[in-house]
């Protein structure tokens, strides 16, 4: 069965304090690694996908790096407007067809000023 | 682009009571999903269509019903409303099911059976 868990639960930093979120998994035939934003109230927003081992993808203060076992989301220099819960899910074949997503708890990030 | 839509955003409804959750999309997708989120977990397939007219289950469908009848709409409907599916709801779609493929996700539907 595929596993996704992701560490800290919840995070807070402090304005311009860089740090890094976990996401460890086991999985059968990885098509895919997603990081989602989720803000309160509202759906997942797609972030990246990592396909294989040793790629690295950014966006703004944001970089998602992939290993065999784990990913991360490493956040430089947060900002208030950084403040979510990002989640993380491998991406498999369903057995006809299609692709599943199995998501981790999420991370709760709250950047305080 | 509206991208996926979902109605309503709130609901309470009542033991044995019945719903249906309506999701559009508007980027011509072929494969839709339905997820459910309960706090502190991570959300679970519900039922998937990979088109018009077929669907499958997914890891959680007991209690659910699904259907599609055109590309752009995939209701999930609740026959016999329980507590335990009070939860965030939210309807995905994606455009192809290759190995590349990105889902994208509706705003949701809060649900609360009393």
């Known amino acids: 069965e595929d596993q996704v868990t992701q560490s800290p639960e919840a995070l807070r930093l402090q304005e311009g304090e860089s740090s890094s979120l976990n996401c460890s998994y086991t999985?059968?035939?990885?098509?895919?690694l997603f990081w989602y934003r989720q803000d309160p109230g509202k759906g997942p927003e797609f972030l990246f996908t990592l396909y294989s081992a040793g790629e690295e993808k950014e966006k703004e203060r944001l970089k998602a790096t992939l290993t065999k076992k784990e990913s991360f989301l490493h956040i430089t220099a947060p900002k208030p407007e950084d403040s979510a819960t990002y989640l993380c899910a491998v991406q498999t074949l369903m057995k006809a067809a299609g692709n599943k997503l199995t998501f981790g708890g999420g991370t709760r990030v709250l950047v305080k000023p | 682009n509206a991208g996926v839509t979902q109605t309503p955003k709130f609901r309470i409804l009542k033991i044995g009571q019945s719903m249906t959750l309506q999701c559009t999309q508007d980027?011509?997708?072929?494969?839709m999903y339905w997820y459910r989120q309960d706090p502190g977990m991570g959300l679970k397939l519900i039922y998937y269509s990979v088109g018009a007219g077929i669907t499958d289950k997914g890891e959680v469908p007991n209690g659910y019903n699904v259907s599609r009848s055109t590309t752009e709409d995939f209701p999930l409907r609740l026959e016999l409303a329980a507590p335990s599916q009070t939860s965030v709801y939210f309807c995905?779609?994606?455009?192809?099911?290759?190995?590349?493929?990105?889902?994208?996700f509706g705003p949701g539907t809060r649900l609360t059976v009393l």
């Open positions: 980027m011509n997708h072929n494969y």
């Open positions: 995905a779609s994606s455009a192809h099911g290759g190995s590349t493929d990105t889902q994208y």
């Open positions: 999985v059968s035939g990885l098509r895919g």
